[in-house]
Structures are given as structure tokens and as C-alpha cells.
């Protein structure tokens, strides 16, 4: 792809839709956080030429948190989102149309890779082939269990889970059904995760946990925001000093062009042009 838009490979794609007339979009993003953060790192690796915005009428709204009433709000000046949703949130309006939203980030990815598909020479982030497209539908379905037993964990050991989590008092929390969620996250959904990837990951060096083909998928950018959210917001190392594989593979993911530091995320939510920065100027 080159600055100035989508390598289109001789493909011609058809005329972009006028933003007097198309479809309206609306994505809400708190670059921060868990799911949210993997648009942040989707839109980095789609690598987007900016001009999108206009020409899909596309219209981006950062979510902050207040420092005074702790709660995530909308930048001032943009509209804040529509009662009901959690982050992200795409919000589809159509002329003479009741709103459609997609609430999950899953679900918004695959929404914008049928809409900006690799036939029309955008980047492709689900697989090359069959087989990589199938691992990472494979390790996205494993990532959602371990995300589940990571919330178990952290809600029974972490006091601050409280604004969360629903508990009235620490006394609630159970230190044996911490125990238990460790061990099922640690040795058998990452444990699993990493006999998956290890052959790809070690001996063929590939760059994506998906294994040969493109160089970054949906199930990279899920794995990352994970590894990076525990990291940045709660202070842990996901893979608990474990599971050297997945380390290995980290460490490598985080030179790709496509990653988000955590000064890159924060420059997201505190620039004027902060989530315009996710798009090829």
C-alpha cells in the first residue's frame, strides 16, 4: 500500500460514496481500553488512507476518562454515545433508516473488512490462505475463553475489579476461585494457545500467530491488546513470566509497524487529530 491509498493491483474499485448521500458512520473509541484497543491496532495494520473518512463519511469520537467523576466520556465538542453502549460502538445510519449499531470489536472488525476488502486492494487481516484464515477464527475463539478467566482471575484478586466487577466488598472476593481461573487461563487456554502457534512462531519465524501468510491478523491484533491492556492498566504480565512462546512472539510483534506503544495509545485520546493518526496521511 502506498501513502497516498490502497494498492489496488490492476482491480478498480468502485466509486467511493459521496458523504452528502451514503451511509453514516460512527465509531466510538477509548484507544485505552481492552477491546477498543484492538480498532486502534486493526486501523494501524489496515493501514487506511485518511481520505476514507470523508469519503465513507466515517466520523471518529475519542472517549476520555473524566479525572474528576472517573467515569469515560466523550471529548468535549463530540457527541456522546447513544445510552445502552459500552466501547467501541459503531453506530450505521442509513437515509430513511432506523440506526443500526454493532456493539461487539469482533464483530466491528469483520464489518469494516467486508468493507474495505482486499479484492479492492486494501489489506487483508484475516488470512492468506484457507488454513490461516481457519487458525485465526481458531485462536480468536480460544482468546475470547481466556479473556473470560482473566476477568475471574483479576475480579477475585484485584481490589480495584470493584468498580467493575459488581461486588459490594472485598470480602466477596475468593482467593480459591482466583487459584482455580489461574490455573485453567495458564495451563490450559494459553498452554493450549502456545502448542497451537509454537512450530509457526519458533521454527518458521512467521510473524503472525496465525502462521504463514499475511504478517498480521485479526487473531495478532486480539492477542496484543490483550498482552498490552493487563500491561499498561492493570500492572501484570499477562503470560505470568510463562509460556515462552508467546513471549518470543511479543517481543517480535512489538517492532511491526503496525503496533501501539503506550504513549502512541494515549497520543490517540489527548491530540486534536489523535485518532486520525491510525490512518495513512
Known sequence: ???????????????????STSTRMTLWIWASGLYPRRVAYYLSAKRL??????????????????PVKH?????????????????????????GHSPHFIYESSAILEYFEDLFPSSQGYEELVGKTAEQRARTR???????????????????????????????????????????????????MLSKLEKWVKEDVVDRKCQSLS???????????????????????????????????????????????????KEEIARTESEEVGLRRLFVQ
Not at 71 to 95: A, D
Open 211 to 261: 502462521g504463514e501468510g499475511i504478517h498480521v491478523t485479526l487473531a495478532d491484533i486480539g492477542v496484543m491488546a490483550m498482552v498490552q491492556y493487563v500491561e499498561d492498566k492493570v500492572g501484570r504480565d499477562w503470560f505470568d513470566g510463562r509460556h515462552e512462546v508467546l513471549r518470543e512472539w511479543v517481543e517480535r510483534a512489538k517492532k511491526a509497524d503496525w503496533f501501539l506503544g
Open 138 to 188: 481458531d485462536i480468536m475463539s480460544l482468546l475470547t475463553e481466556a479473556i473470560v478467566w482473566t476477568n475471574v482471575l483479576t475480579r477475585h484478586i484485584d481490589p480495584s475489579s470493584m468498580s467493575w466487577s459488581g461486588m459490594k466488598s472485598l470480602c466477596e472476593q475468593a482467593p480459591s476461585a482466583a487459584m482455580d481461573a489461574n490455573r485453567v487461563l495458564h495451563d490450559k
Open 1 to 19: 500500500m502506498s501513502a497516498n491509498g490502497p494498492v489496488t493491483h490492476g482491480i478498480s474499485p468502485p466509486p467511493s460514496p459521496s458523504p
Open 49 to 66: 488512507p485518511v481520505s476514507v473518512l470523508e469519503t465513507h463519511n466515517i466520523h471518529l469520537i475519542p472517549i476520555i476518562a473524566d
Open 71 to 95: 467515569i469515560l466520556i466523550s471529548k468535549p465538542g463530540y457527541e456522546e454515545r447513544p445510552s445502552g453502549c459500552s466501547f467501541p460502538c459503531l453506530r450505521i445510519e442509513r437515509p
